[in-house]
Antibody
Framework: EMQLVESGGGTAQPGRSLRLSCSVSGFKFDDYFMYWVRQAPGKGLEWVSGVSWNGADPAYADSVKGRFTISRDNAKKSLYLQMNSLRPEDTALYYC??????????????WGQGTMVTVSA | VLTQSPGALSFSPGESATLSCRASQTIVKNYLAWYQQMPGRTPKLLIYGASTRAAGIPDRFSGSGSGTDFTLTINRLEPEDFAVYYCQKYGSSPPHTFGQGTKLE
């Protein structure tokens, strides 16, 4: 069974940093593009970032570009999201997500349960 | 930008519902997907390529459209279908934007 387990969420003050991790099992991690998607409380889904199978070509939503960095360690089967200069509007449940193995990047077939990030003074 | 309208729709079980998703620019290769999110659950992929059902999705769910206008139709609504539905643009050029969602109630 494919599993994605996020960790690292919590409460941070505006301007501070957090690092999210996603540990995966049940599939060959280094074969797939991976993503972070967030959902603010009571709001919709927002695509945040994505990275290719080898860590190249990271992509970001405009709302986080220059502040967040996505990375992966294929040996550890883990995906990361370094979040710097946090803002209150970054408050959300952050999902780790896996690419569906067909043509078309960004299509997601497996989601983690999410880790909650709260940015508040 | 993907615009889903309306924000909420009310139906009764057994009826059919049609949800709309409009893109501000033509979506290449009809790389448009639909996800369902039940309360307190993670999203589930329903449709990709505008009209291809994902594995295990019943044929009550169908997608159509091309270019900038896309539709998700759910026939014979069942109680578990009352959820929030999101469309998403995917493909080679990120960001892979989601629409703001339509709540089926």
């Amino acid at each position: 069974e494919m599993q994605l387990v996020e960790s690292g969420g919590g409460t941070a003050q505006p301007g501070r940093s957090l690092r999210l991790s996603c540990s995966v099992s049940g599939f060959k991690f280094d074969d797939y593009f991976m993503y972070w998607v967030r959902q603010a409380p009571g709001k919709g889904l927002e695509w945040v970032s994505g990275v290719s199978w080898n860590g190249a070509d990271p992509a970001y939503a405009d709302s986080v570009k220059g502040r967040f960095t996505i990375s992966r360690d294929n040996a550890k089967k883990s995906l990361y999201l370094q979040m710097n200069s946090l803002r209150p509007e970054d408050t959300a449940l952050y999902y780790c997500a896996k690419q569906l193995p067909i043509e078309g990047l960004g299509l997601i077939d497996v989601w983690g349960q999410g880790t909650m990030v709260t940015v508040s003074a | 930008v993907l615009t889903q309208s309306p924000g909420a729709l009310s139906f009764s079980p057994g009826e059919s519902a049609t949800l709309s998703c409009r893109a501000s620019q033509t979506i290449v290769k009809n790389y448009l997907a639909w996800y369902q999110q039940m309360p307190g659950r993670t999203p589930k992929l329903l449709i990709y390529g505008a009209s291809t059902r994902a594995a295990g999705i019943p044929d009550r769910f169908s997608g159509s459209g091309s270019g900038t206008d896309f539709t998700l139709t759910i026939n014979r609504l069942e109680p578990e279908d009352f959820a929030v539905y999101y469309c998403q643009k995917y493909g080679s050029s990120p960001p892979h934007t989601f629409g703001q969602g339509t709540k089926l109630e």
